[in-house]
């Protein structure tokens, strides 16, 4: 039910008025249980939003993290094998930009109710409580976060990776340095604003 505020230019607050419309309107759409419905009509209102904001930013600094992270894999993968497998795996990897949200939505679903089915058949069989590890979860969202913006990251990081001339990276391993300390003392360095730039798309996707 819709529970009208005062006139605002009589109440002592105009901010709590709103802020008691849209509780009562979040309980009404079934996005907030009802339980909690008087956190935001009470004076934590305002943690309470804050506490959305904190977990909605979290969320979207972890999915940049790790779409950046897949994109300079990926990135490094392409550069190292110059092949038609490595072109064919990045057009793969990257073609989640191009597919509606709706479309990638449902095939990640699918994939992971498939993996739910087998994780029940393990915990029947182990006689544990069957629930659901996959569906409905931060995996699921982290996941489609990342398929969807991973080409929005890796332009920015094959660009800056192709600026990288191969003799450098190439002079280090005759010097004896591992690919890991390559990556980390060469490539991580002189990709840091391709990588920054990455985020930041990746960050802002998310947010949108």
Known sequence: MWHPCPNPTLTKNTYECNVLQGGHALVASGLVDAQ?????????????YLDLVAHTLSL??????????AA??????????QTRLAGSVV?????GYALPGSVLAVGIMLSFNWLDAWAARIQAALGWEVQPIFVGGVLA?????????????FGP???SLDRIKPCIPEAAATLGARP???ARRIYLPMLAP????????????VMK
Do not use: N
Not at 62 to 67: F, G, K, M, S
Not at 194 to 205: C, H, M
């Open 180 to 182: 890991p300390e390559i």
């Open 72 to 81: 300079f894999l990926l990135a490094l993968y392409r550069r190292s094998y």
């Open 36 to 48: 909690i419905a008087p956190a935001i009509t009470q004076d934590e209102h305002g943690a309470f």
């Open 60 to 69: 979207g600094a972890i999915a940049a993290v790790i779409t950046v992270t």
């Open 91 to 95: 057009r793969l990897a990257t073609v």
């Open 141 to 153: 969202l982290l996941l489609a976060y990342t398929t969807r913006f991973l080409a929005a990251a």
């Open 157 to 159: 990081v094959e660009t």
């Open 194 to 205: 391709g990588l920054l730039t990455a985020a930041l798309l990746a960050f802002v996707d």
